[in-house]
Nanobody
Framework: QVQLVESGGGLVQAGDSLRLSCAASGRTFSLYAMGWFRQAPGMEREFVATISRGSLRKLYADSVKGRFTISRDNTKNTMTLQMNGLRPEDAAVYYC????????????????WGQGTQVTVSS
């Protein structure tokens, strides 16, 4: 079992930055590939970014490429999502997720999920 807790969400203006964090506990964090997903009201939960167990591989959704950066610290059991140049369309509940395997952009590949943190972007 892995427990995941997100933090760092909030209300910002378009163009601002936010840094989301995901704290993991339970099984060995470094054994899990990690991902960020987001879900806006009335929409499907969508992929944002994923990172491999050793941080060598990162993949981003086209909509956030160049603006968001995913990273992890296996010594601190944490993952972060640095979000720059936020847009109103980035507003959503952001979830971190873990899977015992390779990094993936597919929601159903993930085994564990956090409760989410709200990001609101005003125009």
């Amino acid at each position: 079992q892995v427990q995941l807790v997100e933090s760092g969400g909030g209300l910002v203006q378009a163009g601002d930055s936010l840094r989301l964090s995901c704290a993991a506990s339970g099984r060995t964090f470094s054994l899990y590939a990690m991902g960020w997903f987001r879900q806006a009201p009335g929409m499907e939960r969508e992929f944002v970014a994923t990172i491999s167990r050793g941080s060598l591989r990162k993949l981003y959704a086209d909509s956030v490429k160049g603006r968001f950066t995913i990273s992890r610290d296996n010594t601190k059991n944490t993952m972060t999502l640095q979000m720059n140049g936020l847009r109103p369309e980035d507003a959503a509940v952001y979830y971190c997720a873990a899977r015992a395997g390779l990094e993936s952009s597919t929601r159903n590949d993930y085994d564990y999920w956090g409760q989410g943190t709200q990001v609101t972007v005003s125009s």
